[in-house]
């Protein structure tokens, strides 16, 4: 089966802060998402990754940066916490190939700036 | 542009009951079509997919759902809920042309009453 996970399930930041948001696949896949997921709101991309150091933006970059060394592993990064960044996290992978390949999701993590 | 709208935030249902979730999408191309489902505390699973062929598309825990192409929906069924089912439902649309981007519906969540 494959298993993304991520570092922490809850967080707690105050504003300020830098903050490191860590995923981890061990399909091989090529591709990784993160994802801000806020009631109402659905999710919404922050950032991709199609390979090793390569990123895109998503629709909601302002705010973050991301970091991919190695292909298991995607960071998202928060320079200075702000509390409208309390949020869900969601990270996602899926393999390169067709681009209806399914993503597969991490658990979450729920980050709350003070 | 692209998206997904999900018309119910809340459904509430008995358990036994027959249930249909809602799904319209605005895509320019042939769509590909997802639903996830998203259990308290957890991150998205993927339910089914659509990408061609059989318009009628079976998914995991006795999910289903019809792609109507004169309607712009992929409505999600099952025909009788169980109290597990109990959880929140995205639908998606995607990848945009080009890119890996998918586009999630706001999400619908689903209480079960005994």
């Known amino acids: 089966d494959v298993k993304v996970t991520q570092s922490s399930r809850y967080l707690v930041k105050r504003t300020g802060e830098k903050v490191f948001l860590e995923c981890v696949q061990d399909m091989d896949h090529e591709n ?19 390979d090793v150091k390569m990123k895109e933006k998503g629709d909601i970059p302002e705010g ?3 970091s991919r060394e ?3 592993r995607f960071s998202l990064i928060l320079e200075s916490a702000s509390t409208n960044q309390t949020s869900m996290y969601l990270c ?10 399914t993503q597969y999701f991490g658990p979450g993590t729920r980050l709350l700036v003070l | 542009a692209q998206s997904v709208t999900q018309p119910d935030i809340h459904i509430t249902v008995s358990e036994g009951a027959s ?8 895509y320019g191309a042939t769509p590909y079509l997802f639903w996830y ?14 990408f061609s062929g059989d318009t009628l598309v079976q998914g995991i825990k006795g999910f ?5 192409r004169s309607q712009s929906s992929f409505n999600l069924r099952k025909p009788s809920v169980h109290w597990s ?12 042309s080009g890119t890996y981007k998918y586009i999630f519906g706001t999400g619908t969540r689903l209480k079960v009453l005994a």
Request: one cysteine or more; charged letters at 25%.
């Open chain 1, 32 to 50: 990784m998402f993160w994802y801000r997921q806020d009631p109402g709101l659905g999710l919404r991309l922050i950032y991709f990754s199609y």
């Open chain 2, 19 to 26: 249930l249909e979730l809602r799904c319209n999408y605005s």
């Open chain 2, 37 to 50: 489902v998203q259990s308290p505390g957890q991150g998205l699973q993927l339910l089914l997919k659509y």
């Open chain 1, 70 to 72: 190695k292909k298991e």
């Open chain 1, 64 to 66: 973050y940066s991301v």
């Open chain 2, 64 to 68: 289903e759902a019809e792609f109507k």
């Open chain 2, 85 to 96: 089912d109990a959880a929140e439902y995205f639908c998606a649309v995607g990848p945009d």
């Open chain 1, 92 to 101: 996602a992978s899926s393999p390169r190939g067709t681009v209806q390949e």
